[in-house]
C-alpha cells in the first residue's frame, strides 16, 4: 500500500508554532499566514546541495532588526 502525505508541517519563524499546509498550495514565494501568531510569512523551496532533496520552510517578511541575533 502506498502511503500519501497530504500536508508538510512547517514551523513559524516568529513563534516557533507548527503549521499544516497542503502540497497543492505549495508554491515558492507565496504568502501564507500562521494561524498562531498571524504573521505574514513566505514560503521557500531550498536545497543545501545537489545531492540533497529540497525542503520547503517558512520565512519571514518582516525587516532584519539592526543588532537583532540569529539563531
Known amino acids: 500500500m502506498i502511503s500519501v502525505k497530504l500536508d508538510v508541517d512547517l514551523i513559524c519563524p ?12 505549495l508554491a515558492a514565494g ?14 521557500s523551496h531550498y536545497r543545501e546541495s545537489a545531492d540533497e532533496p529540497a525542503v520547503w520552510r517558512l520565512e519571514s517578511t518582516l525587516p532584519d532588526e539592526p543588532g537583532k541575533r540569529v539563531s
Do not use: M, S, T
Request: aromatic letters at 4%; glycine letters at 12%.
Open 14 to 25: 516568529e513563534c516557533g508554532e507548527h503549521n499544516l499546509f497542503p502540497h497543492a498550495i
Open 30 to 43: 507565496k504568502l501564507v499566514g500562521c494561524e498562531h501568531c498571524g504573521a505574514e510569512l513566505e514560503l
